[in-house]
């Protein structure tokens, strides 16, 4: 970016020192941008180095992989937009055609090779290469809603599920403390618990979490959200997983994905005045509008250790015009965490993955 310094001919003392102030506010805002990213503004508080450090202290370093969502599958295919979206977001992903996909389902947590249970978040990470050399990037989950409201509560709540090296498991102490304070994650917490758990990542449904900002041609702007709802038919998962088959999940999708193409709708929701854009712990109220903007198809399956998604940051914020973060305050945690982790694995040598491309090729 470019910015010059003189002003246009014509231009009075005034004027010339309110673009001198534009100026310094625009570089000012990006060397703090900058500034927060390295940790640099605020050492003894939470930074993205910090957090990552975090995903390390309590996983353990696996050189190569995401510090989080580390076990995973890519997938390729493609969006066909009806044109239904035009009329919310002037991007050109909404114009009514194809664009090419690529993708990657995964496991939450920063264990490469844990086993698959139904109960482990869900992600699937989505690139839309648009015809105009832009690109729109989402990471999604299947949680309807994020049991944490800030970058801090995610990160406190990280440390405190830490496993004891003597039982396993998480000290009860420390999680009784953090959700005593922090009473909205307990309240999404016991709302997720009464949720059918699907069977697969074929058939479950993945959110956009965090609310962004349409915006189309005439200038017109409104609050979504978004997810992918599957038209695989709905099948409630095990109680008890397949003990012989630790990756039974990814087994299960890249046969599902030999035999036919799977896919998905796209389907946005456009908030209302007062509808919260910056507290991913809470759902808009029922009855919001709902446009079915296209479909995702994902029809083929590769390995994390030669696929293209391997080298893709599914970063949140990786947008095109027409769609705008909004306020919340997770999406730009986001995003610098994801850069955090994408540039300590780049300068790393990954092990093969739990999912080779020979495991693929044999479930084909």
Known sequence: MTISLESPPGLSRTAKLARLALIGAVLAAVAGAFAYLGGWLTPNELSPA?????????????????????????????????????????????????????????????????????????????????PDGEFWRTAMVNLPVFPFRTPEAFYEQMLASKPDLETGKPDPEKMQAFLARHPETERVLTFLKGQPVPSGFENSTFHSLNAFRFTNAAGESAAVRWLVKPEQPFEAAAAQPPVSDKNYLFDALIAQVSRRPLRWHLLVSVGQPGDPTNDSTIAWPEGRETVDVGTLTLDRAESDENGPATGINFDPLVLPAGIAPSDDPLLSARSAVYSQSFTRRAGETMSPPAITPAEVRKGE
């Open 50 to 130: 910090r957090f990552t450090d975090g995903f390390e202290q309590v996983n353990g370093v696996h050189p190569g992989f995401r510090r989080n969502h580390a076990k995973g599958l890519g997938v390729s295919g493609f969006f066909e937009s009806n044109g239904e979206g035009v009329r919310l977001s002037k991007a050109t992903v909404f114009r009514p055609g194809r664009v090419p996909v690529i993708g990657r389902f995964s496991l939450g947590g920063g264990q490469p090779y844990q086993a698959d249970k139904p109960d482990t978040v869900r992600g699937l990470g989505l690139q839309f290469a648009l």
